[in-house]
């Protein structure tokens, strides 16, 4: 709501550079994505940090050395994810632009179907849409092949750590520094850990998403109409 009330405050110069369609994405969509952003992925983001807190705690107290093994994998996984961050931002930015494309050549056609029809220009804004959508299924694409890759990656970090704390569990075990018992349950805790670990790391995803959204809807509230 605010943002279309300072849409309308606005001089027609800010409308002179803008599309229709690109101008109803940004109030339509994007506030959509942070609405969802922030009502579901904030909230199990800020529940992830504090599982995984806890259980870090629970799991030095049983034993801290195989505490320390556990967070091997964490500096991997950190620099995945600086590797990642930045081209998903620049993906995201992308798909908004050419998603505004898309919604541009319907905002064009369809109030004004009446004058394509009379100058029998059906298959020319066919075409118009269709360009349009192969570049936003292009750029898609591309981004799809990154996030693809990356969220294998980190389960893949996490298996190899938690078979370095089996390895290092049963040689403290054969060293009787430990009992069966405390490597089960340290493996229990474990488990919970890298799951809340690999669900956070899910939020690269979407943070770049919205972050994009965001930043799409402040090109609409920052400027300052010049006319009193």
Partial sequence: TRAFEHLLGLSLDYFGAKRTGDLIARIGSETDRLSVFLSLHALDFATDVLTLGMTSIILFSIHPWLALVTLLPLPFIAWVIHRVRDRLRTGFEKIDRVWGDVTNVLADSIPGIRVVKAFAQERR?????????????????????????????????????????????????????????????????????????????RIVSVTPKAAAGAKRLFDILDPVSNVP
């Fill in 125 to 201: 804004e066919a075409s118009r849409f269709e360009e349009a959508n192969q570049l936003n299924l292009t750029v898609n694409d591309r981004l799809n092949k990154t996030w693809s890759l990356f969220t294998p990656t980190v389960t893949l970090l996490t298996d190899i750590g938690l078979l370095v704390v089996w390895a290092f569990g049963i040689w403290q075990i054969s060293q009787g520094q430990i009992t069966v018992g405390v490597l089960t349950a340290f493996i229990a805790y474990i488990g919970r850990f890298y799951g809340r670990l690999d669900s956070m790391s």
